[in-house]
């Protein structure tokens, strides 16, 4: 790993880390390394952050640079779920009823979306 930054377990037992000023990598149980999110999906990240995985197995990554969460499912290409509003996003969590939490760090404060 390259300066990594935020860790979040995975339903299945894995875990998934984003690395500052790079890639967001995911690995299994047994810490052998799956993919890079980059590679799998041809995604450009900008310095990902924070990094959550939903009830589904998708997993949820914060932008700092770019401002955005973006959602990688595990089959298809990746969603932009929040693409205004936030202007440092860093760590975050999903919960079980669907709400996303973000914290960002330039308004000193959580925000929350369905």
Known sequence: ?????????VPSGGFVVSEECGDVKVFMSSCK??????SKYG???GNPAGVCVDTDGSILVADEQRRTVHLFPE?????CLV????RRPAGMACSSSGHLFVADTVENCV???K
């Open 83 to 86: 693409s205004t509003g936030l």
């Open 43 to 45: 995604h450009q990240f």
């Open 111 to 113: 925000k929350v979306f």
């Open 75 to 79: 089959h298809g290409a990746p969603i």
């Open 1 to 9: 790993l390259q300066g990594p930054r935020y860790v979040s377990p």
């Open 33 to 38: 390394f799956v993919c890079s999110l980059s």
